[in-house]
């Protein structure tokens, strides 16, 4: 029987962390000391003109303080620009606290164009180095965690900038009603360089603040924020994930004074906004083996797969669950072979373990059962979030990116093609679904859905697939699905024993 601890919020954590790095940088472009305007016109400032060259924010989450940014400006003596960035965030995630902290350090032009950077992140103890230079067309990068090094190099056309400039962009390149953009960005968290789209207009939120402002919208990684500013281009607010989380310009010891407050708060925020309440409670999930479900607010293309077959209509999502619904072969395993930053299938440590685990295994099959025996018997469930497989193994903890992330592993080295599943499962505790991690493997020509947070080699009928990948920008969509999804359930039935 699974265990009801959830522990799996992690999905929209990672992208709410990747989310506030961008978030928080709108504040340091704050102008002060300007005359007044007689009507939104265009404003332009240059790095050097900026009069704060150091800001520090705070970050809300459902209007509870959860963390603060600081960032500052720098000019260099060669002319070039020193942007860094101290970023740190504290969850209560399903009775535990989790705490994840960003630094990064970018060297910019005076047209805010990515020189090179530095960057760490850390979860819960677990550490992420990033390392990058750019050339005319190339970013040679260098990652570091766990003891494991990767180097890759992407390729791009046209100017590159950082993600911590995004803020920059408008004050530097025009803050002009109707004007919109569209440029490159690096993401260190992400670790991909992908496009911002921007869009400036004037508009009046009476309800909000007094007289014009600026209203800047900016789409990045699937995910959208609102910047306003005033009409002397001061920064009032900006609000992101559905105007659930939003940045507030503060004092040094205003911006920080949450960490006390934070672990005096008994609440769950992310479980709570995360939480998909349904029209009714199901008991032992574990044992349901089909189910009719009706999603709403869910506007991503559903991904197929085992046990799982759904289609819009005027909307709505329909639903058809299975356990045991395998799909079968489509031909292209490379991918779920393959070794990651994240899922460490190449790494001596994880093949050394996954020959000790599947030493007396005969079959997929059961390579697969010795694997998730060995995951129930040496990781603990507990919401400790990680950068890998590797951090898992270290730790010996996690939740359930960390449990599919070393089940992957292991099973990708023991020659199971496995690939990582990111959606919604139903919880009987928090009666509703709430987002989940798990797997999906090739056994014997059919993918099937796997669950090693808990311990199903078949997972239940309560699994919906929303994204399939196992990068950090692959889940990045999740985060605008929070506070939107409605489901209803409209039949299921229990497995027969």
């Known amino acids: 029987m699974r265990a009801d601890y959830i522990g799996c919020v992690a999905s929209p954590v990672r992208a709410l962390f990747r989310l506030l790095l961008v978030l928080v940088c709108w504040a340091a472009t704050i102008p002060g000391g300007l005359a007044q305007h007689e009507s939104l016109g265009a404003l332009r400032f240059t790095l ?9 924010a705070g970050l809300t989450l459902g209007g509870e303080k959860i963390g603060y940014s600081h960032t500052t400006v720098r000019q260099r003596t060669d002319g070039r620009y020193d942007i860094l960035t101290e970023s740190v965030l504290l969850l209560r995630m399903l009775g535990f606290e989790s705490l994840m902290e960003a630094r990064t350090r970018d060297i910019v032009r005076a047209d805010l164009t990515l020189d090179r950077f530095e960057a760490e992140f850390l979860m819960n103890g677990n550490r992420l180095k990033v390392e990058g230079r750019a050339s ?9 965690n766990a003891g494991n090094r990767i180097d890759r190099n992407l390729e791009y056309s046209g100017s590159l900038y950082p993600a911590s400039v995004v803020g920059f962009y408008a004050p530097v390149y025009g803050i002009e009603p109707g004007r919109a953009v569209r440029f490159a960005v690096f993401n260190p968290q992400s670790l991909q360089i992908g496009p911002v789209e921007q869009h400036v207009k004037a508009n009046d939120p009476a309800d909000r603040f ?26 009032l607010l900006e609000e992101a994930m559905n105007g659930s989380m939003a940045a507030i310009p503060e004092s040094e010891p205003g911006a920080k004074a949450y960490l006390s407050a934070a672990r005096l708060n008994s609440r ?17 999930p574990d044992r349901i083996g089909r189910m009719e479900l009706e999603l709403t607010g869910v506007d991503l293309p559903l ?82 979030d990680g950068f890998s497989a590797l951090d898992v193994l270290s730790s010996r903890r996690a939740e359930c990116q960390g449990h599919t992330y070393l089940y992957s592993a292991l099973a990708r080295s023991s020659g199971v093609p496995t690939r990582v599943a990111n959606g919604l499962v139903y919880s009987a505790d928090h009666g509703g679904f709430l987002y989940h991690t798990w ?23 309560t699994h919906v697939k929303i994204i399939e990948g196992e990068e950090y920008a692959d889940v990045a969509p999740i985060v605008n699905l929070i506070g939107k999804v409605g489901a209803k359930i409209r039949s299921y039935e229990y497995r027969r024993e």
């Open 210 to 235: 007094a007289g014009l402002a600026y209203e800047i919208s900016t789409r990045m990684e699937g995910q959208d924020s609102i910047l306003w500013l005033d009409r002397n281009g001061r920064f």
């Open 303 to 384: 991904a197929s797969g085992p046990g799982q077959r759904c289609k819009a209509h005027d909307g709505v999502w329909h639903c058809e669950l299975a356990s045991g619904l395998f799909e079968p072969f489509d031909g292209d395993v490379a991918g779920s072979m393959a070794s990651s930053l994240t899922v460490t299938a190449s790494d001596a440590r994880i093949i050394r373990l996954a020959k000790q685990i599947t030493v007396d295994a005969r079959s997929d099959e059961q390579k697969l059962r010795a694997i998730l025996r060995w995951l129930e018997a040496n990781i603990r469930q507990e919401a400790a």
């Open 48 to 56: 050097d003109s900026l009069p704060q060259q150091e800001i520090w």
């Open 268 to 284: 769950d925020l992310v479980a709570g906004l995360s939480l998909v309440r349904t029209d009714r409670t199901l008991d032992h």
């Open 439 to 461: 797997a999906e493997s090739l056994v014997d020509g059919q993918w099937r859905a796997v669950d090693p947070t808990f311990g199903q080699l078949i997972a239940d009928a």
């Open 136 to 144: 005319t067309t190339s970013l040679a990068l260098t990652l570091g």
